[in-house]
């Protein structure tokens, strides 16, 4: 270990998952940074929109994790300036990597001590996706009042940001302009599981997961509308967080106007340890994303030998020639259908064609990687 310390600012992490990739991100790089650092992590006690903590884990105290990084679950009445200040202040990091972009706790206040010199270490932020012409039109008024502000008080000479794939690193500059600091490095990937037995499949039937927050990012919406047309038997099954119930009942309502031939089931919100099994019993990955910086249910389904249809909109390209999937454009839903079409038509052989490709396609990613000494190059 090289003693040195990286303090990590995180909205949530595990046993959350109900956020997504954002927790899976920081997971996957604690795991991988602290064999060479002291890895600390300041997060909240409790999930994405819980009310109460998480079970057995004590709040406002240092704990070890199996993993060997520490972690500080801040109670609600205990998350603010004075305690974050005191935690960097304790922690003395050589470091800071701030796991979002517009967390007003776990971004904001961090850099807003950070400019006003109380507090020091090398900062590192991290977009996560954010910048996102796709995310950005959420609360779009907020988000970009904040940019301005960020620009306005010269934070973004201070930092550097980390961008996960040519999309973020040009966002980042959009923003705040040809001189920012930007590191591009891809997230760091989650363990291959690999060994699933492929599913029956039998011409004319299609079972297709969909992984992701019930959201408009997501675009369900989008698959719902599309599923409409499509002649074969399909079953959809959405897993995933009901941010916004608003969004949900017009998805309700488009499931209602389904053809016989088309049945969805909503399966809830499932702990990340527990998706691979029922992952592993659909034939196809699906989510018609309008952005993902990364993707980590994506990358998930593909280890599983899942082949993948998605939109064109993430890192994760190229999968109809190795036979691993469809990544296309969203302005072609007619492509979309087509696909699914494709899909439902193959036999037994066809489709465990297709899962080898899958394999082969991730085993090929992960062969290229050499990012533990990349992201040391950062961290030094």
Known sequence: MSGKKILVFADWYEPGYKAGGPIRSCVNFAYHMRQDYEVYVFTTDRDLNATEPYPSIKADVWITRTGGEQVYYCSPGNLHRGTIRRIW?????????????????????????QLGGRVGG???????????????????????????????????????????????SADVRKYFGAAARVTQLPNFPGAVTGGQQVPEKKRGQLSLIFIGRVHPIKNPDYLLRLLREVKAEILLTIVGSLEDKAFWAECENLIRQLPANIRVDYAGEVPNQELPPITAKHHVFVLPTRGENFGHAIFEALT?????????????????????????????????????????AFDQQEYADWCQGTMQYIEAYLSGLELKDEYKKLFC
């Open 89 to 113: 202040q304790e922690i003395d990091p050589d470091f800071v990597y701030l796991n979002s972009m517009f967390s007003p706790k776990f971004t904001i206040i961090p850099l807003l001590m």
């Open 122 to 168: 090398k900062v590192i932020l991290s977009p996560r996706g954010m910048l996102r012409s796709s995310a950005i039109q959420f609360k779009r008024r907020k988000k970009k009042l904040f940019l301005s502000a960020f620009r306005l008080m010269g934070i973004h000479r201070r930092v550097v940001f980390l961008a996960a794939d040519d999309t973020e």
């Open 304 to 344: 599983l030998g899942k082949p993948a249809l998605i939109s064109d909109q993430t890192p994760w390209r190229g999968l109809t020639a190795a036979r691993a999937g469809w990544d296309l454009p969203l302005d072609r839903p007619e492509s979309f259908r087509e696909a699914i079409e494709q899909a439902a």
